[in-house]
């Protein structure tokens, strides 16, 4: 059977001499895994379309439940090789892919996951703020993926708080957290800035310049977060570029 979707290159790895495994995150059928024959040969017909973060319309063919479906075509539609070409956009980057990969079960179709990658892509590539663009993807991804922290008040009988515990996910009041160890105390602006970008388009983002230390706040609660979900750290932060 042959099947055809559009979707965005998040990672490739060697298989044999010349052949190479791709990750797609697709429009319509979720991280899909595809069979690509001889893309490392210097007159591949596949030429720079696997490269990471290449969007393209992709073709492959086998069983619907394929575990390893043969990659046919892929015509590029937007090869982002500006972030792809910077070394700290790409470290950048690759922290959402690694999010990207983690959260999302393969063959799931998470319809929101897509657009909001590519948008959030388009818009580095403008020139919007990296930084609020990363917290942003952050905040919305685990969002739709289920796994989004409680930021907003006491997770337990929603009362006030700012005290987050990475046990529970949470935000916990002072009565609740009683016999639980306390992870990070959040600043009523990173608060509410969380509380903002949640409501917020990304086109919008432009309009609005938070302060460092609350998007650092809300960077190091997101990021220890997932690391816990994950029980494992991001392999691009290993690497730090100024």
């Given at each position: 059977m042959l099947q055809?979707?559009?979707?965005?290159?998040?990672?490739?790895?060697?298989?044999?001499?010349?052949?190479?495994?791709?990750?797609?995150?697709?429009s319509d059928r979720?991280?899909?895994?595809?069979?690509?024959?001889?893309?490392?040969?210097?007159?591949?017909?596949?030429?720079?379309?696997?490269?990471?973060?290449?969007?393209?319309?992709?073709?492959?063919?086998?069983?619907?439940?394929?575990?390893?479906?043969?990659?046919?075509?892929?015509?590029?539609?937007?090869?982002?090789?500006?972030?792809?070409?910077?070394?700290?956009?790409?470290?950048?980057?690759?922290?959402?892919?690694?999010?990207?990969?983690?959260?999302?079960?393969?063959?799931?179709?998470?319809?929101?996951?897509?657009?909001?990658?590519?948008?959030?892509?388009?818009?580095?590539?403008?020139?919007?703020?990296?930084?609020?663009?990363?917290?942003?993807?952050?905040?919305?991804?685990?969002?739709?993926?289920?796994?989004?922290?409680?930021?907003?008040?006491?997770?337990?009988?929603?009362?006030?708080?700012?005290?987050?515990?990475?046990?529970?996910?949470?935000?916990?009041?002072?009565?609740?957290?009683?016999?639980?160890?306390?992870?990070?105390?959040?600043?009523?602006?990173?608060?509410?800035?969380?509380?903002?970008?949640?409501?917020?388009?990304?086109?919008?983002?432009?309009?609005?310049?938070?302060?460092?230390?609350?998007?650092?706040?809300?960077?190091?609660?997101?990021?220890?977060?997932?690391?816990?979900?994950?029980?494992?750290?991001?392999?691009?932060?290993?690497?730090?570029?100024?």
């Open positions: 055809r979707t559009e979707g965005i290159v998040l990672r490739t790895a060697p298989f044999g001499e010349a052949d190479l495994i791709v990750t797609y995150l697709t979720g991280i899909v895994k595809a069979f690509a024959k001889s893309p490392r040969k210097v007159k591949s017909r596949f030429g720079s379309s696997l490269e990471p973060l290449t969007q393209a319309k992709i073709s492959f063919w086998g069983k619907e439940d394929a575990a390893l479906p043969r990659l046919t075509q892929a015509d590029i539609l937007h090869p982002f090789d500006s972030i792809r070409g910077t070394l700290k956009s790409f470290l950048k980057t690759s922290e959402l892919l690694e999010l990207t990969l983690n959260f999302l079960p393969e063959r799931d179709a998470c319809g929101k996951a897509y657009p909001l990658l590519i948008n959030t892509l388009h818009e580095m590539e403008r020139g919007t703020d990296a930084g609020l663009l990363m917290v942003y993807y952050k905040l919305r991804f685990l969002d739709i993926a289920g796994y989004l922290p409680g930021l907003s008040g006491c997770g337990r009988c929603g009362g006030k708080g700012d005290a987050f515990f990475l046990s529970q996910g949470t935000v916990l009041c002072e009565r609740c957290s009683k016999g639980h160890e306390l992870s990070f105390r959040l600043s009523p602006g990173a608060i509410g800035l969380a509380a903002g970008l949640l409501g917020w388009s990304l086109p919008k983002l432009h309009r609005i310049k938070p302060q460092e230390t609350l998007l650092s706040e809300l960077t190091k609660v997101l990021d220890e977060h997932a690391k816990y979900i994950m029980q494992k750290n991001f392999r691009s932060q290993a690497f730090r570029v100024s």
